[in-house]
C-alpha cells in the first residue's frame, strides 16, 4: 500500500468480457433487453422473501424503467446532492 501513494489503480478484472457490471440505466445487450434499473432496500427484501410464483420481479424493460423514473423520480438523484461520510481507514 505504501507504493500507491499519487497512483489512481485500475481493476482491469472487471472489465473482462464475462463481467456483468452496468452502469444504472444502461440497456444490456440481449434479444430482450433488460435495464440496469436502481431498486429500493423495500423491494430487495420482498423479492428476497417472497416465492418466485408471487415474488416482486427485479427485471425491467425500458418501458418499465421509464414508468419507474416517471412514478419515483429518479432513485440515484440524491447522490449528486446528497453527501456520504466515508469510513476513516484503518492502518494495518
Known amino acids: 500500500k ?3 501513494g499519487g497512483k489512481v489503480l485500475i481493476d482491469w478484472s472487471q472489465n473482462a468480457a464475462a463481467k456483468t457490471t452496468v452502469a444504472p440505466y444502461s440497456m444490456r445487450g440481449r434479444d430482450e433487453p433488460t435495464v440496469s434499473t436502481p431498486v429500493t432496500w423495500d ?3 420482498q423479492a428476497a422473501s417472497a416465492s418466485s410464483a408471487d415474488g416482486l ?6 418501458r418499465a ?3 419507474r423514473i416517471e412514478a419515483d ?3 440515484l438523484a440524491p447522490l ?3 453527501t456520504y461520510p ?3 481507514p484503518t492502518p494495518d
Open 2 to 4: 505504501s507504493v500507491r
Open 43 to 45: 423491494e430487495v427484501s
Open 57 to 62: 420481479p427485479l427485471r425491467f424493460d425500458f
Open 65 to 67: 424503467a421509464l414508468e
Open 73 to 75: 423520480d429518479d432513485l
Open 80 to 82: 449528486h446532492t446528497e
Open 86 to 88: 466515508l469510513p476513516t
